[in-house]
């Protein structure tokens, strides 16, 4: 029985003549027809009603209380909710509401809908149900106290693996939410001092909320196959290039004192370590030749900002969250803005790190481990290591990290780098804008995207030609120094091979690398078959990794000095050869060789490369995986 005492704080109560007359015209309607009210709760497994899922809906209505869990039919809560004149949740508009309609848009909602989060807050009630349970002494939860919202996902997916026990749990937990609600109701009315004409008769919701029998809970089989079942790595990633990728996933922390969790994935097999500094952190990675780094930490600032400190001028005008994070916040995810001051130096670390590993040409992208976990049915955060090695090992990761102490750090690298996997397998979701380097989701909903195939090499030794040859095949062409030309001649400079020079070393001296790659796919972001012409940089290769994962083929030419000279000479450039290949534009070209998927001698004829042209562009075509050198 839920004991009713006073509160021990003296209330703000509002008095009911500020109340909008809607809310009073509501409250009036539950209490003329508190028969047709319906008090509904749901479990979920986690907050996004994007990401996450319905697993338990219970709702009392007439007297009796009834519960329906993920894969029943849903018949009841149609008729019941069709019956009901009004609907009494806890938080139920950002929270139940938002899950029943994407899940269920055929269970019609009454109209009059009372919050009760809201409605307390009238009445000086604040914060969760539990808390607001406590203020007001309401004992309904002796043999479930342990539970809280998160303890609750955890009974799922031990219900998941067999333990019907923890869903009898689950329910008896979701029912006491419910019982809560109807006691609470009865507080707050009375606190609004409702005028006694206002109603004919005194009602106690509590017994409309609770009706006999609430408690008896009905028994459940073990969880079928349609829920347990989970894809794992052998179904989902095996056939493709992430088998044989050697990926990197680190936990940054924003500090050197405290350690990040780093992992190294072979495939599916994944050795962890905990490291500290950034000099520790680089080499280790950069030891061990990855063909992507996936980073749990923000890597770029909002668009217009210029650094993570407040002081920065852009402060006021650009906020300190980015597109993605505001997209995320969107999807009912609670992500930190990357600039919120406990954030600064994480960011500014995550940064740091990964602009030295694009300088060497290896791909980093910012990682979302929490979808891969979805993915793996384990809980998000907070879970223990237990269940995120229960997870891993139930997905197919092997590794000493299941028998050895490993920190949660270390677990969540091995989630971040499955992220990668997901992404050179085109299984992933980029979050971002033109401005700002996109957060990566794992999503196996993708759309597959563009095939691209990259091309570097020293000057003359065939690479345009090559290029051309596959433009002839359906590539839709694209080179970097075409955007290069277009601020020439907004500046009116000559488009010859000396301004194309200094311009591109004035882009790679003022960090802007990157956006020049940006420009020059935009040029062709609707081709679903694209040749990139000119490669010059490492990062160049490291930015196509980041954006098409595995479809970008990397295509690297060589020829010997003399015949690139001779070839060189045939064109009649305004520069001379040695002039020319001495550019520092063209200093850090070699650097490619080592990054590119594929590398062809081009010494013969012309006819010779165009042919090795339409082998590759078929090649690619075709869906072949990259191959990775060793």
Same mark, same amino acid.
């Given at each position: ?49 994007? %990401? ?5 809906? &219970? ?36 929270? /139940? ?20 989060? %809201? ?44 333990? +019907? ?13 419910? *019982?809560?609600?109807? $006691? ?44 347990? *079942? ?62 992507? +780094? ?59 790190? !990964? ?57 969540? !690298?091995?989630?971040? $780098? ?6 050179? $397998? ?40 090559? !290029? ?5 095949? &359906? ?51 609707? *081709? ?30 060589? !020829? ?13 450039? /305004? ?13 850090? +070209? ?23 042209? /339409?082998?590759?562009?078929?090649? +690619? ?10």
């Amino acid at each position: 029985m839920t004991l009713l005492l006073e509160p021990q704080e003296t209330p703000k109560w509002q008095h009911p003549r500020a109340l909008p007359s809607k809310l009073k015209e509501q409250l009036a309607l539950c209490r003329s027809l508190p028969e047709r009210v319906l008090f509904l709760d749901i479990e979920t497994t986690g907050l996004s009603h994007y %990401y996450d899922e319905i697993t338990v809906i &219970g709702w009392s209505i007439a007297g009796r209380s009834s519960t329906i869990v993920k894969g029943q039919c849903h018949h009841r809560l149609i008729e019941d909710a069709k019956d009901a004149v009004a609907l009494v949740t806890f938080n139920g508009i950002r929270f /139940d509401q938002r899950f029943l309609q994407k899940e269920f848009p055929d269970v019609t909602l009454p109209e009059a809908h009372i919050d009760l989060m %809201y409605l307390c807050r009238r009445v000086g009630l604040t914060g969760g149900q539990k808390a607001i349970e406590k203020v007001l002494d309401l004992r309904l939860r002796d043999e479930i106290a342990d539970v809280d919202g998160f303890a609750a996902v955890l009974l799922w997916h031990r219900y998941l693996r067999g333990d +019907v026990a923890a869903l009898e749990k689950l329910i008896r937990y979701n029912r006491a939410d419910i *019982a809560a609600m109807g $006691a609470i109701f009865d507080h707050v009315l009375a606190r609004l001092l409702i005028e006694p004409d206002l109603f004919e008769e005194p009602v106690e919701f509590e017994s409309w909320a609770a009706p006999a029998g609430w408690t008896e809970i009905p028994s459940f089989e073990a969880a079928g196959d349609d829920l347990s *079942a989970a894809p794992d790595f052998d179904q989902l990633l095996s056939d493709g290039p992430a088998s044989t990728a050697r990926i990197v996933g680190i936990d940054l922390t924003g500090s050197e004192k405290r350690g990040s969790g780093w992992c190294m994935l072979e495939g599916n097999r994944a050795s962890t370590k905990t490291l500290h500094t950034d000099d520790e952190i680089l080499t280790q990675t950069v030891a061990c030749k990855p063909h992507l +780094v996936s980073i749990d930490s923000p890597l770029c600032l909002p668009s217009g900002r210029t650094s993570v400190e407040d002081s920065d001028p852009g402060r006021e005008r650009f906020g300190i969250m980015r597109k993605c994070e505001r997209e995320l916040k969107r999807r009912g995810v609670n992500v930190y803005p990357c600039l919120l001051p406990s954030m600064q130096k994480l960011t500014e670390r995550g940064i740091r790190l !990964a602009k030295v590993l694009r300088k060497k040409g290896i791909p980093v992208i910012e990682s979302y481990p929490g979808a891969a976990q979805d993915i793996m049915r384990i809980p998000r955060k907070g879970g223990g290591v237990e269940w995120l090695k229960l997870g891993l090992r139930e997905f197919g990761i092997e590794g000493g990290f299941i028998d050895k102490n490993v920190t949660h750090d270390e677990l969540d !690298a091995i989630t971040s $780098a499955l992220v990668g996997s997901f992404h050179l $397998a085109g299984l992933s979701e980029a979050l971002g804008s033109e401005d700002e380097a996109p957060l990566i989701v794992p999503d196996l909903r993708a759309e597959p995207g563009p095939i691209v195939i990259g091309v570097s090499g020293p000057i003359a030794a065939g690479k345009t030609t090559f !290029a051309r040859a596959l433009e002839c095949k &359906g590539y839709a062409y694209t080179r970097f120094s075409l955007v290069i030309d277009d601020i020439l001649k907004k500046r009116g400079a000559p488009l010859n091979r000396e301004s194309r020079q200094a311009l591109g070393q004035e882009i790679q001296e003022t960090g802007k690398q990157r956006w020049l790659a940006e420009q020059t796919i935009r040029r062709v972001s609707e *081709a679903v078959k694209i040749v990139v012409d000119g490669l010059r940089f490492p990062e160049d290769h490291a930015f196509m990794v980041e954006r098409f994962g595995a479809r970008f083929h990397h295509v690297h030419i060589m !020829a010997n000095g003399d015949v690139r000279r001779q070839r060189y000479q045939k064109l009649g450039q /305004d520069v001379d050869f040695d002039t020319a290949t001495r550019s520092e534009v063209e200093g850090r +070209v070699s650097e490619l060789q080592s990054l590119a998927h594929e590398i062809l001698v081009n010494e013969g004829a012309m006819s010779a490369i165009m042919e090795k042209a /339409d082998a590759v562009g078929s090649h +690619v075509a075709g869906g072949k995986p990259c191959r990775y050198q060793s």
